[in-house]
Each structure stands twice: as C-alpha cells, then as structure tokens.
C-alpha cells in the first residue's frame, strides 16, 4: 500500500509544525525523507563507484552548503517553518545526483567551475524557501534549482568521461592521459582492456550522440542503423554502468532497485513510473525521426516501419533513447514527489502520461539530457487542474 502522504493541502497555513508529526502511516516526516535518502543510496553508491572521489567530493559540497543555509533560512519568516532538515537533506542528495562528477575540480589561471557546487545547495534551498517549503509548493524545489543552473553553466554540465574498472571509487575522473577520445568499441566497459597511465576514459556521451541525430543537422552522412551499429556505445554500458553521465545517473539498474526499493517501502506510486516509461516510448515510436541524414535529413513518421530502417534498429534506437536520457531517473525519484504529484489516484494515471509525451518530445527534439525535467515541470504546474477535473464525485 501506499504511504497518504498529502503534503499540499489547497491554501497551506504557513506555520511551523512539528518535526515529529505522524502521518497516517504511523511515520514521522522526517523517517519518510530519512526513507527516501535511503532509496538514493543505490545510485549514490553506483556514481561513486564510476566517477571516483570527485563525485564523493561534489555530492559533500552539495549537501553540506544545502544543510548550512537551511539552518539559517528555516528561521527566516513564516515560511522558515516550512523547512525541514531532513527534507532538505534529501533534496540536496538528489540534486548532487544529477550533477557530473567533473564540476569538483580547481584549475590554477583558469575560471573555476567548482563553486557550481555549493551555489546549487544554497539556491536549492532559497528556492525551496521561496515556492513554500515542505509540501506546499507545486514546482518540485530540486527541478527549479537544477534548470536554473542548466540555464546559467549548461555547457560546463555536459559529461565526458567515467572511470576504468581497475580504479572504481579511487580514481580520478580527469585522469585521461592523452585527453583523446577512445574510439568506439562495442566491447562493454566491464570486460574492455584497460589502458595503462591512466585512471579515466574520455567518450562522446550517449545523450550527445542521440542529440546530434536527432537534430538532423550531423555534419557527415550518416543512417539511423549506421548510428546504433558504429557510433552508439553497447546499452550493457547504460544499463549497468560504463558510460560518463551525472553522478547519480550512470548505471540503470541502480536507478531501478533505488526504486524498487521506495516502492516495497510504500513511498511513491508504481503507476507514475510505468505509465511515464511506457507513454514515452510509445510516444518516440511515433514521432518522426531522422531515417537517413545526407544533403538533408530525411524526416519519418512511424521510423519502425520504413525498409531502411526495420523492427530491430528501430526498437534498439528507442531503447537508447529511453536509456541515455534522465527519464528513469526523473520518473522514480522526482515525479512521484507527493508535493506535485496529483492527491488522486485517477489523475495521477493522466499526469503520468502527459510527462511522458511531452518528455519523448523534448528529448528528441530539444535536449536528450533536458528535455524529461522540462516535462516534469509542465506537468507539476498542471497538477491542480487535473486534481480538480479528475476527483471522485460523491453519490450524493
């Protein structure tokens, strides 16, 4: 069953109560949130391994400045007592998550990039201060900080490497010898050889890739199967791990038990989920795509049907899509929030499915990294409507 936990109630006192309230589960607030960090251990833990001591560095810089200001802003106004340590310790968990690793560096004579970090946990915290705090704002406080920063530093979020086997947890993610592209090889990150004099391997994200495509505007003539069999990374290195991505995001099978995990402790809908995941690839095998990019893009509806392109390459290409993009990620941990996700059952069915076509449209045809959280956010802004419009009626 799960968790009623209905934390936005139509006009909100902005009073301060209680950490220990119980909610109808028997679970205080702050157990819930503790729960929830708990949930992001597995892709924590899969980032670390990945991307080394600089993704542990950058997740503590998130959550220690995050953990700071909200010391100092829970006392601020009748809105401070909305902000709860333990919420914002989750929020500033997922929010490290879905940085890259490589932001934790310090160059000498160069700007820096690293104070990204610690400014991402103060403005997730104003942020959360300014839309409400706990349970009371409809735009999800981790979403509104991460576009912010994806609009002020996006090139500098773009991802480019991960860690070899033998340097899991210890390595350095700039540790990339020549600095060189490795060339694309279809042999998975798990058995490839590893090379000598170095802890890390440079290689063209996934996402880039699929973005590039898509846009219909690549450089040298290329086909939709051309694409998936010689440029695409094998998918073993999504759905386990191998290909650089944000902390939190590298491995699919980590997101998933993540889930899985809040879902056996009663803490998000199963359905919100699903319903995304499959509307969304429904969705991308409907919209046209690129079948063959030459002097011009050749644009098609249905792509699964044209005799270029066929039933394999056509689902294989869907699943990177599915796989490369932030969806799972942003469907599991963010859009079953209970501060935007609908109160009833019937018009979370409806809020599901609207995240996920707009989400297959925005990855496909805006960012493959973006596009997902700019559908989140559309659809957490219509929540109220659908709550209103999809109630159950009394009999009486």
């Known amino acids: 069953m799960e968790t009623p936990l209905h934390l936005h109630p139509a006009d909100p006192p902005p009073i301060e109560a209680p950490e220990t309230v119980l909610l109808h589960s028997g679970m205080s607030v702050p157990s819930v949130f503790i729960t929830y960090a708990c949930g992001a251990i597995f892709p924590l833990t899969a980032g670390m391994a990945l991307f080394g001591w600089r993704a542990m560095l950058a997740i503590g ?33 997922v929010l490290a998550l879905m940085l890259p ?6 160059y000498k004579n160069q700007p820096q990039i690293w104070p990204i970090l610690p400014a991402a946990g103060a403005m997730l915290v104003i942020l959360n201060w300014l839309l ?71 290689i063209p994200p996934a996402s880039e890739q699929l973005h590039a495509f898509t846009r219909g505007n690549e450089e040298s003539w290329v086909s939709m199967d051309a694409l998936v ?20 995001m590298g491995s699919v099978v980590a997101i998933v038990t993540g889930g899985l995990f809040l879902l056996y402790r009663g803490l998000i809908d199963y ?13 991308l095998y409907v919209l046209p795509v690129p079948v063959v990019i030459a002097d011009r893009a050749d644009w ?7 005799p270029r392109v066929g039933w394999p390459t056509a689902m294989t290409f869907v699943h990177y899509e599915l796989l490369a993009s932030p969806v799972l990620f ?24 609207i995240i996920g076509i707009l989400a297959a449209v925005g990855q496909r045809y805006l960012s493959v990294s973006i596009g997902p959280f700019i559908a989140l956010l559309v659809g957490s802004l219509i929540t109220p409507y659908l709550d209103r419009l999809l109630r159950a009626k009394p009999l009486i």
């Not at 963010?334 to 935007?340: M, R």
């Open 330 to 353: 942003m469907a599991i941990f963010l859009a079953t929030d209970p501060s935007v996700r609908p109160m009833a059952k019937g018009s979370r069915a409806v809020y599901a499915i």
């Open 229 to 248: 069999r010689d440029r695409m990374p094998p998918i073993q290195d999504l759905i386990l791990a191998g290909q650089p991505a944000p902390i939190g």
């Open 271 to 283: 359905r919100i989920p699903l319903l995304i995941v499959v509307s969304l690839m429904i969705a």
């Open 61 to 93: 810089l998130v959550v220690a400045s995050a953990m700071s200001m909200a010391v100092i802003w829970r006392r601020i106004g009748l809105r401070g007592g909305q902000i709860r340590v333990a919420h914002m310790l989750w929020l500033s968990i």
């Open 101 to 106: 690793a490589h932001l934790a560096v310090h």
């Open 300 to 306: 098609q509806w249905l792509a699964i049907r044209d």
């Open 132 to 202: 409400g705090g706990l349970g009371v704002g409809r735009v999800h406080p981790v979403l509104a900080t991460y576009l912010l920063i994806v609009a002020l530093f996006g090139p500098s979020l773009v991802p480019g490497s991960v860690l070899q086997r033998d340097r899991v947890f210890a390595g350095d993610i700039l540790d990339l010898g020549s600095g060189r592209p490795v060339a694309a090889s279809k042999e998975p990150w798990i058995t490839r050889p590893t090379i000598h004099g170095q802890a890390a391997l440079r």
